[in-house]
C-alpha cells in the first residue's frame, strides 16, 4: 500500500500509514513534532527494562531462598530457578505482547536475544578472556541449542507457530533440564554442579525471615508485570514514532535490553576466568529462550513469525550457532581471535539490519 490511509490515535496524534511490508507489518510515516512522544516512549522502555532485570534478580533470590527452606538441593535449584531466572525479562515481553499484540515484538526479541548472545556476548567474552570449552558443552548443551534452533526454523517455515508446537518446546525445554540434573552425577559434570552451589548460596543470605523470602517473590512478579507492560508499549511507541516494524524494535532495542543479565554474568565470569560459566550461561539461555519463553507465548496462542524473520534473522542465527561447533573442536576452547570474529559478524549483522 502507497501513502493516503490516515488515522487517528486515541491521544490525538495522526499517523499514516505508508506500505505493508510483505503483507504483514504496517509502517507508519510519523507526523511532525513527535520528539517528546518520543522522549516519553524511551522512558516507558528504559523503565520498563529497569523493572524487567529488577524483578528477575529480587525474584529469584526469594525463589532460591524458600527452595533452600524446602530442601531442595542446590544444584537443581541452580539449574532450574537461577537458570531460567535470566529469561524471565524476555518472557514476560513475549506474555505482554501475545495479550495485546501481535507477537512481533516477542520473536524478534527472542531471535535478536539469541543472536546477541552468540556474536556479542561471547565474543567480548573471548576478547577478554578465553572461553576454555569442557566436553560437557560438546556433548549436550551445543548439540541441544542447534537442535532446538533447527526446530524453531521448521516451525517458522509457514509463518506461525501454533499452540500445539509451543507445547513441544516446552516438552524440549523440560528434557533439557532432565537430561541435565542426570549428567549432575557424572563425574565430567562434577565441577559445573559445585560451581552452580555456590552461585545459588550467592542468592540465599543466612537468617533472612520468611516473609522477606516471599516479599521478594511477590515483589519480583509485580515488577516484572509492570516492566513487561511498560517495555512493550514504549516500544510499540517507538516503533510508530520511526517509521520501523515492532520485529525490527524486538531485533534491536528489546533484544540488547532484555541480554543485560547474560551480558554481566558472562563478563563478570570472564574477568574472573571461569569461563566455563560464560559459556554455559550464554548457550543455557539461548536454549530456554527458544524453548521456554516461546513455547510459553505460543502455547498462549498462535504466534505470527515475519517474513524477514523466518528467511534472514532465523538463519543468521543457525550460521551462528553452527559456526561455534569447529571453534570449539578446534582446541575446545575460543581464543580472542575467534571472538573477534564473533563481534564482527554480529555487527555486520546488525548493519545489514538496520540499513535494509
Request: glycine share 12%; net charge neutral; aromatic share 6%.
Amino acid at each position: 500500500m502507497q501513502g493516503g490511509v490516515a488515522e487517528r490515535l486515541g491521544n490525538g496524534l495522526q499517523i499514516r500509514v505508508t506500505r505493508f511490508d510483505s503483507g504483514r507489518h504496517l509502517f507508519f510515516e510519523p507526523p511532525h513534532g513527535m520528539d517528546s512522544v518520543s522522549m516519553e516512549n524511551w522512558i516507558s522502555v528504559i523503565g520498563g527494562l529497569i523493572l524487567l532485570l529488577l524483578g528477575a534478580e529480587i525474584l529469584v533470590r526469594g525463589a532460591v531462598s524458600l527452595a533452600m527452606r524446602l530442601r531442595i538441593s542446590p544444584t537443581t535449584a541452580g539449574l532450574t530457578i537461577v537458570a531460567l531466572g535470566t529469561s524471565l525479562p524476555e518472557l514476560m515481553i513475549t506474555v505482554q505482547d501475545q495479550w495485546s499484540g501481535t507477537g512481533n515484538l516477542a520473536i524478534g526479541g527472542i531471535v535478536g536475544s539469541n543472536i546477541f548472545n552468540l556474536g556479542a556476548i561471547l565474543g567480548l567474552s573471548a576478547v577478554i578472556f578465553p572461553v576454555d570449552i569442557k566436553s560437557r558443552t560438546l556433548k549436550l548443551e551445543h548439540p541441544f541449542m542447534i537442535l532446538v534452533t533447527l526446530v524453531l526454523a521448521g516451525m517458522a517455515g509457514n509463518g506461525v507457530i501454533a499452540p500445539r508446537e509451543g507445547w513441544i518446546l516446552l516438552g524440549l525445554c523440560a528434557l533439557f533440564v532432565g537430561a541435565l540434573m542426570f549428567r549432575v552425577g557424572d563425574p565430567s559434570a562434577k565441577r559445573l554442579a559445585r560451581q552452580v552451589t555456590d552461585v545459588v548460596e550467592e542468592f540465599q543470605p543466612a537468617h533472612r525471615p520468611l516473609h522477606l523470602d516471599v516479599l521478594f517473590v511477590v515483589g519480583g512478579v509485580t515488577c516484572l508485570h509492570y516492566g513487561g507492560v511498560l517495555c512493550v508499549e514504549g516500544a510499540r511507541g517507538l516503533a510508530l514514532a520511526w517509521g520501523w516494524s515492532e520485529h525490527l524494535i524486538g531485533l534491536t532495542i528489546v533484544a540488547l535490553g532484555t541480554s543485560a543479565p547474560e551480558l554481566a554474568v558472562s563478563i563478570l565470569a570472564a574477568l574472573r576466568k571461569r569461563t566455563e560459566i560464560a559459556i554455559g550461561n550464554i548457550v543455557g539461555s539461548c536454549i530456554y529462550n527458544i524453548t521456554f519463553v516461546l513455547g510459553v507465548g505460543s502455547a498462549m496462542g498462535h504466534l505470527a513469525i515475519s517474513e524477514q524473520v523466518a528467511k534472514r534473522d532465523i538463519p543468521v542465527l543457525i550460521v551462528l550457532s553452527v559456526l561455534m561447533l569447529p571453534l570449539m573442536i578446534r582446541g575446545r576452547s575460543l581464543g580472542r581471535g575467534d571472538g573477534v570474529l564473533l563481534i564482527v559478524g554480529f555487527l555486520a549483522y546488525y548493519g545489514w539490519v538496520l540499513s535494509v
